[in-house]
């Protein structure tokens, strides 16, 4: 069973920062790209950021500048550094993964999301 598990989601003041974290668990044989979503009250999904096992990284245009994601592939471990936050930032934040869990052949290819954690800025 692969799990992620997001952390670091609270309530901040406009202007502040927050470091959220991502961790995944399980049968993982290797993780390739990892990525963080987000979503605000009454909207769709939206991407925020992305880095492939290599360190290669895409942006959402309304984060890049103020966000910056990376990982640590001995840890299977995936942050998201947030500086500069508003009031528009406000979502639950979800980790993304594409992941090689444990099989009978040696592993299985599968994307997995984590349960999401609350970042809350105010004005």
């Known amino acids: 069973q692969v799990q992620l598990v997001e952390s670091g989601g609270g309530l901040v003041q406009a202007g502040g920062s927050l470091r959220l974290s991502c961790v995944a668990s399980?049968?993982?044989?290797?993780?390739?790209?990892m990525g963080w979503y987000r979503q605000a009250p009454g909207k769709q999904r939206e991407f925020v950021a992305l880095?492939?096992?290599?360190?290669?990284?895409n942006y959402s245009n309304s984060v890049k500048g103020r966000f910056a994601i990376s990982r640590d592939n001995a840890k299977n471990t995936l942050y998201l550094q947030m500086n500069s936050l508003n009031p528009e930032d406000t979502a639950v934040y979800y980790c993304?993964?594409?992941?090689?869990?444990?099989?009978?052949?040696?592993?299985?290819?599968?994307?997995?999301w984590g349960q999401g954690t609350q970042v809350t800025v105010s004005s």
């Open positions: 993304n993964a594409d992941i090689y869990s444990g099989g009978v052949s040696g592993g299985t290819l599968k994307n997995y």
């Open positions: 880095i492939s096992r290599a360190g290669s990284i």
């Open positions: 399980g049968t993982i044989v290797g993780v390739n790209n």
